[in-house]
């Protein structure tokens, strides 16, 4: 291709981007980088007493050169420290909990408690806010039976860090809780470094110049969409890197000029005020190799062995990437894939093989589902969706209706394998909150399947939580609650980050996790792979509004 071709293709998909000027704040004067210092370990009684009110039994290991340090029960992992960023987690466990009334209120008295302990949140010039607690509901129902009425089980805060009143972005200044009916702790995160003070100024660029920035990155997903730019708005960023610095953070809508049946799709990026002092996340650039092409009608080369040679403790996994979408899609499913082989670099024990990564198409899913997705046992679909569907090209065409998967659903009941399958996609998984029937398209599903994770309100395509996600559960971290928690515990969910359902017809946030597990395997982790016969017993797990 010509470079007037090039530069034709690259002005008409600027042009599909609505992005005003004025959209983007206008700052008179430069803002300050701050400088960080080491990393903040969380005193080890204080999470020891965590892990003992999920595992009365908890106790800390060292693993090896990686220093890693984990608590397990059994395979079941409990808590870990991560050596070099000192990153502390400890996971909940679902099964055990009770329900409880009011559980926000217990979560925001015991996050006011935690906000002033000068352990793991150092004085500095930086401010630590407790957001509004969210809640985890839970229902349950046995085939046949009534339904049972939706419960609190845990409410969760997240903190979010402010430099001047301006909110901190970034996995680099993490923490959260969730709190249960009995008011103990069970869920931890915590990765914090202390600010020592300012260094330097980062002088602004004109807004016509960040504007440009801003349409850098969205040009690679309006090649055949739409994208409005909603918003602007001006915080600070924290990644892996020594700084927080100053940022813009822009949301965009992406639409399809087709008629659309699946959601709305949603994006977020950063931009420097200025010259950025370190480099920053950059949207539409597929980071590692693209899917490839399904062969229809045949086993694919690279599906799992028979079943005889597959050892339990090693997963298979396939993931399944949108068509004709954006590039973040693809960069999503190899954070997942690469996460979890650093975990078992790391830690040993969990061995995942990499079993098929291909194009999404709805055989996939449907009539040749047993050679595809329900031949592995973890499964990702980095796809859009909606209330029980989901797309395979583009958000608009090839949709896949979990109504319409064959008799037999997923699982090993049904001579397959899933085990676990995973919809990083808008809306796929109301629940009890959002529709009345939500379980009933669940039966035909759950033949030998444990649990499927998603989202019951749409979500950001880049929202970065594969990858977390990923490394938690190949230590052995239970899937259905640190799929929550990775989802809750998430800045890019900003508090005031909303959209119009069409479905209910309200305004909903962004970025609501959901679950639906076999009742009694709500605490699995992607080690327990035996074969489970058709589910009579469900549970649905959700994020409230």
């Known amino acids: 291709m ?26 008179s004067k430069g803002m300050p980088a701050l400088l960080l210092g080491a990393p903040v370990t969380a005193p080890e009684e204080f999470v020891l007493e965590i892990a003992r009110a999920v595992q009365p039994s908890a106790a800390f290991t060292d693993h090896g050169v990686t220093g890693l340090r984990t608590a397990h029960h059994g395979k079941r992992l409990v808590a870990s420290v991560h050596p070099i960023t000192r990153e502390t987690n400890v996971y909940p466990t679902i099964e055990n909990l009770s329900s409880g009334k ?28 407790p957001l509004s607690p969210v809640t985890l509901f839970g229902a349950h129902h046995k085939r046949g039976k009534a339904r049972s009425r939706p419960a609190e089980y845990l409410s969760y805060v997240r903190f979010e860090r402010h430099v001047d009143g301006l909110a901190v972005y970034g996995p680099g200044s993490t923490a959260l809780i969730g709190v249960g009916s009995d008011g103990t702790i069970r869920a931890f995160a915590h990765r914090w470094r202390p600010a020592l003070g300012r260094v330097g100024t980062v002088s602004p660029h004109s807004r016509t110049a960040v504007r440009d920035a801003i349409l850098d990155q969205l040009a690679p ?26 940022v813009f953070r822009f949301e965009a809508t992406v639409s399809s000029p087709d008629s659309k049946v699946v959601a709305n799709r949603h994006l977020f990026g950063y931009v420097s005020i200025g010259a950025a002092p370190e480099p920053l996340p950059v949207l539409g650039v597929p980071r590692g190799n693209d899917p490839v092409e399904p062969s229809r009608g045949k086993r694919p080369a690279r599906a799992r062995a028979p079943r005889a040679t597959v050892r339990a403790a090693d997963p298979t996994v396939g993931r399944y990437v949108v068509r004709d979408d ?135 395509i880049d929202d970065g939580v594969t990858g977390p996600f990923g490394f938690a559960i190949g230590l052995g971290a239970p899937v259905v ?65």
């Not at 925001?108 to 408690?113: D, N």
């Open 326 to 460: 954006s590039p973040d899609w693809v960069s999503s499913a190899n954070n997942f894939m690469s996460n979890l082989q650093a975990a078992q670099a790391w830690f040993g024990g969990i061995e995942f093989t990499d079993s098929q990564y291909y194009w999404a198409e709805p055989f996939e899913f449907l009539s040749d589902k047993n050679a595809f997705v329900n031949s592995v046992q973890v499964a990702l679909n980095e796809v859009h969706g909606n209330w029980w569907r989901f797309s395979t090209r583009d958000n608009h065409d090839d949709i896949v209706d979990l109504t319409s998967i064959p008799a037999g659903g997923y699982g090993t009941s049904s001579g397959g394998s899933l085990a676990y399958w995973i919809l990083h996609s808008c809306e796929v998984i109301p629940t009890q909150t959002d529709e009345s029937t939500s379980f009933d398209v669940w039966w035909n599903i759950f033949d030998g399947l444990h649990a499927a994770v998603g989202y019951r309100t749409e979500m950001w």
């Open 221 to 246: 997903s309006a090649a055949v969409n739409n994208i409005c730019v909603d918003r602007v708005t001006v915080g600070y960023f924290h990644a892996d890197g020594d700084l927080l610095q100053p």
């Open 102 to 129: 009011h559980l926000a209120r217990l979560a925001a008295s015991t996050a006011e408690r935690i906000r002033d302990d000068r352990s793991l949140f150092p004085e500095d010039v930086t401010e630590v806010v």
């Open 2 to 27: 010509t470079s007037n071709g090039r530069r034709s293709i690259e002005k008409r998909r600027r042009d599909n981007i609505n992005c005003p000027t004025d959209l983007i704040p206008a700052l």
């Open 481 to 545: 609650s640190t799929w929550i928690t990775k989802v809750v515990g998430d800045s890019s969910y900003n508090p005031d980050a909303t959209y119009t359902d069409s479905n209910r017809n309200i305004t909903e946030p962004m970025g609501r996790p959901s679950a639906v597990a076999v009742h009694g395997h709500g605490d699995d982790t992607v080690a327990d792979v035996d074969p489970l016969p058709a589910a009579t017993s469900l549970s649905e797990w959700w994020i409230s509004n």
